[in-house]
Nanobody, 125 residues
Framework: QVQLAESGGRLVQAGGSLRLSCVASGRTFSTYHMGWFRQAPGKEREFVAA????????YYANSVKGRFTISRDNAKNTVYLQMNSLKPEDTAVYFC??????????????????WGQGTQVTVSS
């Protein structure tokens, strides 16, 4: 059973930076695409960023492009999300997820099969 554990969320002022980490259990981390999603109160979970298993290639939601950077360290079974120039609208619970590997889509919640418990990011204005 794959387990994902996020950390790094906290309260930060607008314009500040945070780095989220997600550590995955298991020996096959390097073979799967990984993604970050977020969910604000009363809203659906939305795609933030994804990184492919090889290359790797990265993909971002338009709302975070140029501000957020996703990366991975396969030796540490860890995926990161560096968040800069944070805005109050970035406030949400952030989840990391492991792709199922059944499709080529990277931005859909339904294409990910394992999720962490989430870490709260709050950006004050």
């Amino acid at each position: 059973q794959v387990q994902l554990a996020e950390s790094g969320g906290r309260l930060v002022q607008a314009g500040g930076s945070l780095r989220l980490s997600c550590v995955a259990s298991g020996r096959t981390f390097s073979t799967y695409h990984m993604g970050w999603f977020r969910q604000a109160p009363g809203k659906e979970r939305e795609f933030v960023a994804a990184i492919t298993s090889s290359g790797p290639s990265t993909y971002y939601a338009n709302s975070v492009k140029g501000r957020f950077t996703i990366s991975r360290d396969n030796a540490k079974n860890t995926v990161y999300l560096q968040m800069n120039s944070l805005k109050p609208e970035d406030t949400a619970v952030y989840f990391c997820a492991r792709h199922l590997g059944l499709t080529d889509r990277l931005g859909s919640v339904s294409d990910y099969g394992y999720w962490g418990q989430g870490t709260q990011v709050t950006v004050s204005s």
